[in-house]
Structure formats: C-alpha cells, structure tokens
C-alpha cells in the first residue's frame, strides 16, 4: 500500500511564497508513477493545480497557476514539490498531492490511485 505524506503547508501573506513537499512512505515510489497536486477551498469542488510526468520530463498546469506555480519531482529522494510563488488569497485550500500509475499526469480526479492527506494553506489579504 502506498501511503503519500504531505508537508510544508502553513499562513503566508499574499505575494508570498511556500514550498509543497510529497513523500512516499514506503519504496522508491515515484519512478513508476506520474504525479499531481490538487486542491480544496472550502465549499468547492477538488481541482487540479499541476502535474508532472513519470520521467519528471514534462508539466502540466490549470491556468490559474500558470507562471506561478512549478513542479519537480525528485526519484533519489522519493519527494515530489510544489512551488508556489505570488500567491493570492484565491489559492487558499488543503492541497493534496496524488499518484497515478501511467506516464503521464491527468487533471481527472478518478485517473489517480493514491492519495495524501492534504496540507492546509492559507493566504492572506
């Protein structure tokens, strides 16, 4: 069973910056799958923020977060990351990380087989 933790959420005044970490809790995980973070405001739906691919070699993004917000993934130490920069009261919500076996990431929740528990972020006005 793959078991994903979260780490790195927190209060940041807009403009700010976090950094979103990923780690699988058990084998070296990330190799055979694509990758994605989600997100969830409250009373919204869960949304796609961004992917990445099993190679690591490509991104996918919602234009929300285009130019903000990057993903890497790094096999050797089993953690995928978020990096959000600029960030805007919108981007408030837990954010999740997820993996899905396959090459590519998708923006379809049902495409992913594992989860995290999420991480809150908060950013203020």
């Known amino acids: 069973q793959v078991q994903l933790v979260e780490s790195g959420g927190g209060l940041v005044q807009g403009g700010g910056s976090l950094r979103l970490s990923c780690t699988a809790s058990s084998g070296p995980i990330f190799t055979p799958f694509a990758m994605g973070w989600f997100r969830q405001a409250p009373g919204k739906d869960r949304e796609f923020v961004i992917g990445?691919?099993?190679?690591?070699?490509?991104?996918s993004f919602a234009d929300s977060v285009k130019g903000r917000f990057t993903i890497s993934k790094d096999s050797y130490k089993n953690t995928v990351s978020l990096q959000m920069n600029s960030l805007k009261p919108e981007d408030t919500a837990v954010y999740y990380c997820?993996?899905?076996?396959?090459?590519?990431?998708?923006?379809?929740?049902?495409?992913?087989?594992?989860w995290g528990q999420g991480t809150q972020v908060t950013v203020s006005s």
């Open positions: 990445i691919n099993r190679s690591g070699g490509s991104t």
């Open positions: 997820a993996a899905r076996p396959g090459y590519y990431s998708t923006s379809y929740i049902n495409d992913y087989d594992y």
